[in-house]
């Protein structure tokens, strides 16, 4: 070694560690791992070696069997306490690593009596599904479809299955719609039956939905101006039908304002027996929208 190595000890108060003079002093270096909170869990390991030559300092933490825990070189300072700064860095650092690793069997075991069992909590209550519950809404309305306007009356009920989703059933039924036929008219309604799924939100006290359902449909149809031989008839068909409700959530009954769209799948035609020449063709689509009041049952939704 082209310079004379200098060993000294980082702690001259802890077990196991010899303390040469030198720079850093005993002293700067047992305040720097005391400052840093490290001088128990040294003691606790092992001991360190600090050198000193004219290439830099060395740094090595044994433990207690003597084994080479860590060893690291770095540049020296110039300044003492800069060293002994450096070398409580590197010290503490690796303590901490050694720690997580592997910890230091405790100094002292104090008997400690036994806390008394705490008393087990009452249950808590289990709290409501989130979006259980349901409503049932009763509804009037206005409709057009594409060859005339007409009133009706329905009904329409949810139960949640989340907090945003739910199903929906719903059926309603129209005044009477006319539509000319041969030498006569036609007179229609349509009754109407679905279940699908609707969407909730909410803000504030305001609340949306949105219900897609496929629908049932039943054409009730009889003969005007027409003899009292022309019986009337009824005609199935099969239609998809979105509607949107807001409304002012509040305790009790709670008022909204719908819209409705329908489009019946296959096209209904009316004819008489003698006269299938004399047919009418109804339009697929049905426009609605109207007032109704919505009752809540069971845990709120969404």
Known sequence: MSGAA???????ALPGVAAPAGCPSDEALSGEIDRM????????TGTGEVSVDEIGMRIVLRGRD???????????????????????????????????????????????????????????PTRARAGAGGDVAAFAFGARDGDAATWGAGAQAG????????????GEVTGERTHPLATGEAAYRVVRFGIGLA??????????????????????????????????????GLAADGRVRVGLRAAGVVPFLYADTGYALATARLTLDDRP??????????????????LRFGAPGG
């Open 6 to 12: 200098l060993g000294i000890s980082l702690l001259s």
């Open 37 to 44: 909170g490290g001088a128990g869990a040294l003691a606790a």
């Open 66 to 124: 003597g084994t080479v825990l860590g060893m690291r070189e770095v540049a020296a300072p110039d300044a003492c306490q800069e060293r002994a700064v450096v070398a409580a860095v590197v010290i503490v650092a690796w303590l901490g690593e050694w720690a997580h690793e592997e910890p230091a069997a405790p100094i002292a075991a104090v008997a400690r009596p036994a806390p008394a069992a705490a008393a087990a909590p009452a249950a808590a």
């Open 159 to 170: 139960y949640g299955l989340g907090r945003r989703l739910a199903l929906a059933a719903l």
């Open 199 to 236: 969407s909730r939100w909410t803000t504030g006290r305001v609340f949306v939905d949105a219900a897609l359902l496929p629908e049932a449909l039943i054409f009730l149809v009889r003969g005007q101006g027409f003899p009292p031989t022309v019986h009337g008839a009824s005609v199935w």
């Open 277 to 294: 020449d004399a047919a009418a063709t109804l339009s697929r689509w049905s426009f609605a929208a109207g007032l109704g009041l919505l």
